[in-house]
């Protein structure tokens, strides 16, 4: 109807001119009770509670109880669902909720949409969505990382130390010549030429009588000479 289009709006004022306009044709059944849950938001909406809470309570036959409610049409149970919301808005939460409870008995089918309200909180639920699907990704990714670094170092530890980085190929390779070159036979005069160059001391040269090359060898008896006859 055209009065609950102004309130959505955001004109409460003309929704509530075209509910008493449409009020004094005596509308009934559904009619009336949109027209009375009109006024009373409309009523709300410009601060007037205590006027909205008298609207609803005429609406349900005047001071009602969650008792009273019983087995009601579908009209009674949007009202009184109205009228809880109401009371809960105004800081009753005790008394909204037992008129929660007795709109639930009279409503197993859940017309009303009233089941909400003994939904879990909705705070944790509101916290529960908050939580981005790609953070859930990202967290079980890095967990994954996580693991697969511990592996990485549990294998390392397994095949012992690493290299020593300060060796090269160059060292390497002359440790290698080294090897080769006192790998041959040494002789005791080896050993001893090497002690005496590490001690600074230098063999006597061998003295040699070059003369002696140059004498005839001694001759024998028979070739001695004849004058001595």
Not at 130 to 142: E, H, I, Q, T
Request: proline share 8%; with cysteine; aromatic share 2%.
């Amino acid at each position: 109807m055209l009065a609950d289009c102004e309130r959505a709006l955001g004109r409460p004022e003309t929704a509530l001119r075209l509910v008493q306009e449409a009020l004094g044709t005596s509308p009934e059944g559904d009619e009336l009770v949109e027209l009375q849950l009109v006024e009373a938001g409309a009523r709300q909406d410009m601060g007037e509670e205590r006027a909205a809470v008298l609207v609803l309570e005429g609406a349900l036959g005047g001071r009602p109880t969650p008792a009273d409610l019983g087995a009601a049409d579908l009209g009674r149970l949007r009202l009184a669902t109205a009228y809880a919301d109401l009371l809960a808005d105004r800081g009753d939460a005790d008394v909204a909720q037992q008129w929660y409870a007795a709109i639930a008995a009279a409503d197993p089918d859940d017309l009303t949409g009233v089941s909400a309200h003994f939904a879990e909180d909705p705070e944790d639920e509101a916290a529960a969505d908050s939580v981005p699907a790609d953070a859930v990704g990202d967290l079980g990714a890095d967990e994954d990382e996580d693991e697969g670094e511990d592996e990485g170092e549990d294998e390392g530890a397994d095949e012992g130390e690493p290299a020593d980085p300060s060796s090269t190929p160059e060292d390497e390779s002359f440790d290698e010549e080294m090897l080769a070159a006192v790998s041959g036979p040494v002789s005791e005069a080896d050993i001893e030429a090497e002690v005496a160059e590490l001690l600074g001391e230098t063999p006597p040269p061998v003295e040699r009588d070059h003369t002696r090359l140059f004498q005839e060898p001694p001759g024998t008896p028979d070739e001695q000479d004849p004058r001595t006859d």
